[in-house]
């Protein structure tokens, strides 16, 4: 990258700053979104001012461009791989300042199916909101749910087929959970082309996302919901 651009950006008052930030996540150019983040920082921002108005806000309108067919998953990803690149620039800085995160999240695709590009989205578009997400991967037995769930105590507990074969799979999970008795812990939310409300009802979920813009929002009224639970507990 040409030290111009670098100057362009250094040029910019922060306002200014935040908005080329947006552009270029949008855009999906890492390196303009990294050299953002360390000039914001250099400006003595904390790294959770900078994750939530540089990074959160950027992606929060990419997802709406999502949602409304503005935006296509290549694009999308391009952006979330932006975003990543500016997290891990934010994220030992956060953990060393206690920042306050969203929620923590396990998502893996279930047991039987290999597919994860929809789950990955899902896992980079959490991250971009604010969540801490544990991505296990794929063709997850029941046991690595279990692992993760003891190992993390996240908040939500993501699932994700893309078949029509492996899809009863997700109901294996929440029976096993609540078998445990701890299926009331946890938000499950799930997704994946071949489901629908109907069949996450069925299974005993929480709520189906039909893409990862929805799962965002689903996450943080669940999440809401749950403070105020708490606050009045």
């Not at 270029?24 to 990294?34: I, T, W």
């Not at 904390?46 to 959160?56: A, D, H, I, S, W």
Request: proline share 3%; aromatic share 6%; charged share 25%.
């Amino acid at each position: 990258m040409s030290d111009a651009g670098d100057l362009d950006l250094n040029s910019l008052n922060d306002e200014e700053l935040v908005q080329q930030i947006h552009d270029d996540l949008y855009d999906g150019l890492k390196e303009e979104v990294e050299t953002g983040v360390h000039i914001l920082l250099g400006r003595n921002w904390t790294p959770y001012k900078t994750l939530t108005e540089g990074l959160v806000e950027g992606m929060r309108i990419v997802g709406i461009d999502f949602r409304d067919g503005i935006l296509f998953v290549p694009e999308v990803l391009l952006a979330a791989n932006s975003m990543k690149a500016g997290m891990a620039i934010l994220r030992p800085l956060l953990i060393a300042t206690g920042a306050p995160r969203l929620g923590k999240m396990i998502i893996g695709t279930v047991k039987g199916d290999i597919h994860d590009i929809g789950k990955n989205l899902v896992g980079m578009m959490m991250e971009g909101a604010g969540f801490e997400v544990i991505n296990l991967g794929i063709n997850n037995p029941v046991e690595n749910y279990l692992k993760a769930i003891e190992e993390h105590e996240p908040d939500i507990i993501g699932m994700s087929a893309l078949l029509t074969t492996t899809m009863p799979y997700m109901k294996v999970v929440i029976d096993t959970m609540k078998e445990k008795g701890i299926r009331d812990d946890y938000i499950v939310l799930v997704g994946g082309a071949p489901l629908n409300e109907e069949f996450a009802k069925a299974v005993g979920a929480d709520a189906y996302c039909r893409d990862a813009a929805v799962a965002v929002e689903t996450a943080k009224s669940f999440m809401a919901r749950k403070h105020n639970q708490l606050a009045q507990a």
